[in-house]
């Protein structure tokens, strides 16, 4: 059957335009859809809406959440920025202290525990817009001070580019 006419296709495609309110339910149907037809799934993936990554993340979601007897609100609650960053970590055994971290803690607290790292309470976020040749500098100045290319990004950027401004005021 031709995926613009499949039910279960065309009902993922409505729910893309509802991601924040309806992300669980969205997650188990691009789920449904990757593993009955992956054509079709790369389509969902490829509306801009939706995207490569956060398709994985949502999937991910209901591989770890999906068959847990967990409230759909308390997830709901949590968002799913959260639970993605710990979909991958879920167990049995850790799920309701997972959930209960997750409640009191931002994205990025939940990413640096996981990741084995300290949180950072209190902390400020900077969005710095680069044109190319000075993103070129600060991924070169940060790089020599202890940050570490992880895919497009990097890991350490902060204290690495404090360190760069400490030696840069002497």
Do not use: C
């Amino acid at each position: 059957m031709e995926d613009g006419f499949n039910p279960l296709f065309m009902k993922t495609l409505m729910l893309i335009a509802k991601l924040e309110d309806e992300f669980l339910e969205l997650a188990s149907l691009l789920r449904q859809v990757k593993q009955e037809n992956p054509k079709a799934y790369k389509k969902l993936y490829s509306i801009p809406q939706l995207g490569r990554r956060k398709a994985y993340y949502l999937v991910s979601i209901d591989k770890a959440f999906g068959d847990k007897d967990v409230p759909v609100e308390r997830l709901k609650k949590i968002g799913w920025t959260k639970l993605a960053a710990l979909a991958p970590h879920i167990t049995e055994e850790n799920l309701e202290d997972a959930l209960l971290f997750a409640e009191s803690n931002t994205v990025r607290n939940i990413e640096a525990v996981v990741h084995g790292l300290e949180p950072i309470i209190g902390g400020r976020s900077v969005l710095l817009n680069f044109t190319a040749e000075q993103f070129a500098a600060f991924s070169a100045a940060i790089l020599a001070h202890g940050a570490i290319k992880n895919g497009e990004g990097f890991i350490g950027k902060e204290v690495a580019l404090v360190a760069a401004l400490e030696k840069n005021k002497e």
